[in-house]
């Protein structure tokens, strides 16, 4: 009689489930985030470490710069020089057999004729000089900004050399091709390489279905939209990532126009030059203006001012030596995601802190590890950034889906530890506590204090009529009625009254600050009418139950809750033997 009823789930089983269920939750929270491209800016910083990190890498030896940089400045005079300077060095170089020069500036504007005659003379005797395009924004749509046409005729190629950089400042892609006003160009950078390794230039996009160019920012894999169709890879938006390959000074071989140009005049003389014109045979040239002030230069993600020049560089030799930066498709990121959140979670559900925050940092720590790795030997570029966010959210929910289920447990036990599983009154090893320590309590504030025991009038013949289930339901319903007769509470959330299950079909109540005429004739009374008059009902038989109820009072001998209830309990034999479904108080009793 009066068992707890069975719950369908261990809790323990329940609460892993939950947190389980609340880690998939933040997974698929996470690949949400994923897909909306959130966090570009901190991938960026993780992939720049990796860039710093790594060091420099082996560069292609046909690579060179020719700086215009302080020295040739001071040298030859203010920027722009006339340009039979630029005829003079296209001539030297073609002499000391160049493979290619490339002049990272515009001649868009007439010269003299005999500067523009110059030049265009130095570019018809050497076929292999390359000049940018520029495409700049104008009042109404873009324009492309070109060298002056006689320069680009004898031009072997040009290209464009527009550079946005990401949302924080920094340069990490290259458009290989882009389509304004009816033209579409490549890449400075591709069309020389291309050239160099005698391969033809890939179509421009447009020819496979795709926009040529395109939107720069997003750091997602190439699997982000249409098929990527060229030899090399790009990002979601079509771009091309910089492989940077070292530090400006510390990466390809780097020599002064005016050192060029005094050694030039040097070999002419007869005396030695300052530079070996060996230096220069079949090398990619790189002409452009470095000179702290003067030069256009890049945030990087090396450096804070990286000369323009340089990016192609990093581009050509990307092609020459087939090394890129592959971004990971948000696809694969995304599985990434998922296998490091599956494997958090056997690590954080069970929550056990130490345990969780260690296996925790240590798959964090792994994934840098792995992704640094492949970074390093393939190239590959996976998210860091996001997966160590979801190690810390995940960690969190555990944390306080522990705390929260920790917290119900614990009221879960306390309730199965001082409650009655069938009326929900509470058990009598714990009522006798809270009895102590209100008669404590009412001393010293000088209240009265009473007790009410209770006993349900002839059950054993309910029990055998009706059956156990039906007086299981009775008593379930009769505690139901006398919570609702007694259940009031002070300002400060205590209550004044507590009721128990004292055994059987016996309930006892404690009434701090009451009397025992106030026990007997306000509340005992209301109890028993409540009682008498509320509806009993099982298998559609409306069941007549009353109650007995005996009273006593706090006495200044009482040290113990016994005497008390012992005084309750005569009273309530006292009522059951003149007729039941009355109230008594120890004051009916004799002595």
């Known amino acids: 009689m009066g068992q707890a009823p069975r719950q369908a789930l261990p809790l323990s089983k329940r609460a892993l489930l939950l947190q389980f269920g609340l880690g998939l939750l933040v997974i698929a929270a996470h690949l949400c985030w994923l897909t909306s491209s959130g966090l570009p800016r901190v991938e960026h910083l993780v992939l720049d470490t990796f860039f710093r990190q790594r060091g420099a890498l082996p560069t292609h030896p046909a690579i060179v710069y020719i700086e215009i940089a302080e020295d040739s400045l001071q040298a030859i005079g203010r920027w722009p020089w006339p340009r ?220 804070p001012a990286y000369p323009a020049v340089g990016i192609h560089a990093n581009v050509i030799n990307s092609l020459l030596t087939n090394r890129f930066i592959t971004p990971a498709s948000r696809r694969t990121n995304a599985l990434c995601l998922i296998g490091i959140g599956l494997l958090a979670l056997l690590g954080f559900v069970p929550f056990r802190r130490i345990t969780s925050l260690t296996a925790g940092a240590a798959l964090g720590l792994a994934w840098v590890v792995i992704a640094y790795t492949l970074f390093v030997r393939q190239g590959l570029w996976l998210y860091v950034a996001h997966p160590l966010l979801l190690l810390l959210s995940l960690f969190l929910a555990a944390a306080i889906s522990a705390v929260a289920i920790g917290a119900r447990e614990q009221a879960r036990l306390f309730q199965l530890a001082t409650r009655d ?66 259940r009031t509470k002070r300002p400060n959330g205590q209550t ?50 009353t109650i007995s109820l005996g009273v006593s009072t706090l006495r200044p001998s009482d040290q113990e809750p016994d005497p008390l209830i012992r005084r309750a309990d005569q009273a309530l034999y006292h009522a059951k033997a003149n007729g039941r479904n009355r109230v008594s108080t120890e004051s009916t009793l004799v002595g």
């Open 84 to 303: 039979h300077y630029h005829a003079v060095m296209a001539a030297l170089l073609k002499e000391w057999g160049a493979r290619a020069v490339v002049f990272d500036m515009l001649f868009s504007e007439p010269s003299t004729d005999f500067d523009d005659g110059a030049l265009r003379e130095a570019l018809q005797q050497f076929p292999s000089v390359y000049l940018p395009v520029v495409l700049e924004p104008q009042a109404e749509g873009a324009a492309w900004i070109r060298s002056l046409s006689v320069f680009e005729e004898a031009a072997r190629g040009v290209g464009h050399i527009n550079i946005t950089p990401d949302a924080d400042g920094a340069l990490r892609r290259i458009q290989p091709y882009l389509t304004e006003g009816g033209r579409t160009y490549p890449h400075l950078s591709l069309r020389i390489a291309y050239d160099y390794l005698g391969q033809p230039l890939p179509p421009p996009a447009t020819e496979a279905g795709t926009p040529a160019g395109g939107r720069r920012g997003s750091p997602g894999g190439a699997a982000g939209g249409k098929p990527n169709t060229m030899p090399f890879p790009l990002d979601a938006d079509g771009n091309l990532l910089i492989n940077w390959s070292g530090r400006w000074a510390q990466t390809f071989a780097h020599y002064s126009y005016v050192d060029l140009l005094k050694s030039f005049e040097a070999m002419r003389g007869g005396r030695p030059p300052l530079v070996r014109p060996e230096a220069f045979k079949d090398k990619i040239c790189l002409i452009g203006l470095t000179a702290t002030g003067h030069a256009d230069t890049k945030v990087t993600p090396l450096e």
């Open 421 to 486: 599983g069938l009326t929900e009154l509470y058990l009598m090893r714990h009522f006798r506590g809270i009895l102590l320590q209100a008669m404590q309590e009412a001393r010293q504030r000088s209240e009265p204090l009473s007790v009410i025991l209770m006993d349900v009038d002839h059950f054993k013949r309910i029990n055998d009529t009706y059956g156990h289930q039906a007086g299981d339901q009775i008593l379930k319903r009769t505690a139901q009625v006398i919570q609702s007769c007694v």
């Open 496 to 545: 004044d009254e507590a009721a128990a299950r004292y055994g059987g079909e016996e309930f006892i109540v404690l009434l701090r600050n009451c009397t025992l005429d106030n026990a007997a004739s306000k509340v005992a009374e209301r109890i028993r009418a409540a009682v008498e008059q509320a509806t009993f009902q099982w298998n559609q038989t409306t069941i007549p139950v």
